[in-house]
């Protein structure tokens, strides 16, 4: 994220003395990536970031992934997962390899701090809004917000009451997610062939100022999942400046790239990050040559295992597949997909798609999660039979 920023009260100049209305200093916190070579944050805390009471080993429930294994391609109907819990504790993992895991939640309670010390998230929100309060101050959220959450920030849900539940589809990686390389200048600004720019990018604006002792943050690891007593609450920062914090960007702030003729997925990528890509598909017009055909053509990915989140519309090409709002389907590597039986002559004078979907394509085979065995249906893999 190389946008810098600051909100809040600094001191003019990094590493110097800032001083409280009582006369002690503010503690300085730097959070950096990559050891020092890389996006980093300056936090000034009321008190030591560092003072933790009790550590606590916290039992989870276990996520088994099992590979896809006899290889097929395969269709999840998250809106058949059962409804409960907090956006931390309650994920169902979809599907995950060695640089990411794909999880759903749909629940309702707001979650306690919590910290993922293995990666960045990503968290779609599909249905409902809320409040994600962090350590950097709070962003507000609502459907087709992509929030991004940088590895190790402390931050919890705080959900509006609703009588429906939150819908979210969470990524984590393993390494960190940005916007992708060839959008940006050689000093980080974004392009202007960027679907998107700074000015679509949302960070909080002002700090929170907790108090509070005692106070618990579950922290995800590569060993499991700790609970930290910290003798302060974390969110006592009165300012931070740098070029890493949580933002957001709404996929309805994504502008769509289009052509003449079939434009590929690279157009719609909106992320990246070590092993993975994420593509927005939005309303958008359709392809404008004379003779052009607007459903995708059949498609090996050799390189790559795809992953479709179908969030809205009518989803033009996957007529018949049983396809639905929440469904997720999966497209391995090793296996040839294209549209279903029909929708390639449908498709032909259509002017534009109203479909809303967001992928996630891996470099690495994706196994299994139980959230995947939990909501699959069994026949997909015959739905580009003809006349099935
Ligand atoms: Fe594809």
């Known amino acids: 994220m190389p946008h810098y920023r600051t909100i809040g009260e600094i001191p003019p100049k990094r590493h110097t003395q800032f001083r409280q209305p009582d006369g002690s200093l503010y503690a300085e916190e730097l959070m950096g990536e990559e050891g020092f070579s890389f996006d980093s944050a300056l936090l000034y805390h009321r008190n030591p970031p560092t003072a933790l009471k009790a550590i606590e080993a916290v039992e989870t429930e276990d996520q088994e992934t099992t590979p896809n294994h006899p290889l097929r391609p395969r269709h999840f109907r998250t809106h058949h997962l059962k409804a409960g819990g907090n956006a931390v504790m309650a994920r169902s993992v979809l599907l995950a ?72 589809l969470i990524l984590e990686t393993r390494g960190h997610i940005g916007p992708p390389r060839r959008y940006l200048s050689r000093n980080g600004q974004l392009l202007e062939h960027a679907p998107y720019c700074e000015r679509d990018l949302h960070a909080p604006m002002s700090p929170l100022l907790r108090e509070g002792d005692n106070v618990e943050v ?42 003449r003729v079939h434009q590929p997925p690279p157009v719609h990528q909106t992320f990246e990050a070590p092993g993975v890509v994420v593509c927005s598909f939005v309303p958008r017009l359709f392809d404008y040559h004379p003779l052009a055909i607007p459903a995708p053509y059949n498609h090996s990915n050799v390189d790559s295992d795809e992953v479709l989140f179908y969030v809205d519309g009518d989803f033009m090409s996957r007529k018949g597949a049983g396809i639905e709002k929440g469904s997720v389907s999966l497209h391995p590597g090793g296996h040839t997909h294209g549209p279903q039986p029909g929708s390639v002559e449908a498709s032909i004078g259509k002017g534009g798609t109203e479909e809303l979907a967001v992928m996630i394509d891996t470099f690495r085979p994706l196994d299994l999660g139980p959230g995947a065995r939990d909501s699959q249906d069994d026949g997909y893999a015959w739905t580009w039979l003809e006349g099935r």
């Not at 010390?117 to 249905?127: K, L, P």
């Not at 409902?128 to 402390?154: K, Q």
């Not at 933002?247 to 790239?257: A, Q, R, T, V, Y």
């Open 97 to 168: 390899n060695e640089d990411a895991t794909i999880s759903y939640f749909v629940g309702s309670d707001s979650s306690d701090l919590y910290k993922n010390a293995t990666g960045d998230e990503m968290v779609f929100i599909e249905q409902g809004s809320g409040t994600l309060e962090t350590v950097f101050g709070a962003l507000r959220f609502e459907p087709g917000d992509y929030l991004l959450i940088p590895a190790s920030t402390i931050h919890r849900y705080e959900l509006d009451p609703s009588d429906e539940p939150v819908r979210a």
């Open 218 to 259: 579950l922290v995800k690891h590569r060993g499991g999942m700790t609970r930290f007593i910290h003798e302060h609450h974390p969110f006592d920062v009165v300012g931070w400046d740098g070029c890493l914090y949580p933002h957001k960007l709404s996929i309805h702030d994504f502008e769509p790239i289009t052509g």
